[in-house]
């Protein structure tokens, strides 16, 4: 049962107590009850003991290391995409692997002895140079008679329009991956939050079986989503049902729900 107000539901449970339903059998879910209700609030009930042995400790372990691990995947999934999508080192990076023709197209030569070339700014070149100057829409600059520039004559070639297309492909790849990767390690994430959830709220499944009418809020309903699907009830009843959102009702409801009782103002 699900109630759009606090105020709705301990009045509901006060007229449910007042025709005779013992109130051992029902429990709200949910915050600031009223007084006369509060002794039903799932806080207020008697705790129940969970024995756990070691191997359930080690398993429990097990869960939060790996939780762990999926967080900081997560944070290392983001971190690309705080990054300026154009630097040209990064596409040089990425390239790498997935566009060798022309991360060779790109390729600095090395000097021997450790010397330095400098370029047309005064400064040393470094290995990003030549993406740049590509990017930019310019040639090779000094290394155009170098072999492996030769050979790429069709990227040097290109029109800086394409060249832009070419980029933006890459950035698009990287953003695809980084997107691919976030969604994998929050799955994994929520599921070891959610496995985690289920060990330590065994004593709250537990008491839920034991009653036979379950009243909460829309806020109790979400909260406690996955407690009462566990117990898998077969009725749900919405009382101001013409105040509710559908999404409230839609979280609210389970698999097991058979029946669906709406009340309140059409209008």
């Known amino acids: 049962m699900v109630c759009y107000t606090n105020h709705a539901l301990d009045q509901f449970l006060e007229d449910l107590i007042d025709i005779g339903i013992n109130s051992q059998n029902i429990v709200r879910l949910g915050g600031r009850p ?3 209700v509060a002794h039903l609030s799932i806080h207020n009930l008697p705790k129940e003991k969970v024995f756990r042995t070691r191997a359930d400790w080690m398993a ?3 869960i939060k290391a790996s939780a762990n691990d999926y967080q900081q995947r997560l944070q290392q999934s983001f971190k690309p995409l705080l990054l300026p999508q154009t630097d040209p080192k990064r596409l040089l990076t990425y390239i790498q692997s997935k566009d060798a023709d022309y991360y060779n197209a790109f390729r600095v030569p090395k000097q021997k002895g450790g010397m330095s070339i400098v370029g047309p700014n005064g400064k040393p070149v470094l290995p990003q140079f030549l993406i740049s100057r590509w990017m930019e829409g310019q040639d090779a600059w000094n290394f155009k008679s170098e072999p492996h520039v030769q050979r790429a004559e069709r990227i040097w070639n290109m029109p800086k329009a394409l060249r832009q297309q070419k980029v933006a492909s890459w950035i698009a790849s990287m ?3 980084s997107a691919v990767d976030i969604c994998v390690a929050g799955r994994g994430f929520n599921h ?3 496995s985690l959830s289920q060990t330590f709220g065994q004593g709250v499944v ?3 079986r034991r009653k036979r009418i379950i009243g909460c809020t ?3 309903a979400a909260k406690y989503a996955d407690d009462i699907r566990a117990i898998s009830p077969g009725v749900l009843l919405v009382e101001e049902a013409g105040e509710i959102l559908e999404s409230h009702i839609v979280t ?3 698999t097991s729900i058979t029946q669906m009782i709406l009340i309140g103002d059409h209008k």
Request: proline content about 0%; aromatic content about 0%.
């Open 34 to 36: 009223n007084s006369a």
């Open 60 to 62: 429990v372990d097990s």
């Open 175 to 177: 953003v695809e991956k």
């Open 192 to 194: 070891s939050q959610d």
């Open 206 to 208: 537990t008491q839920l």
């Open 218 to 220: 829309t806020t109790g």
């Open 252 to 254: 609210a409801l389970g």
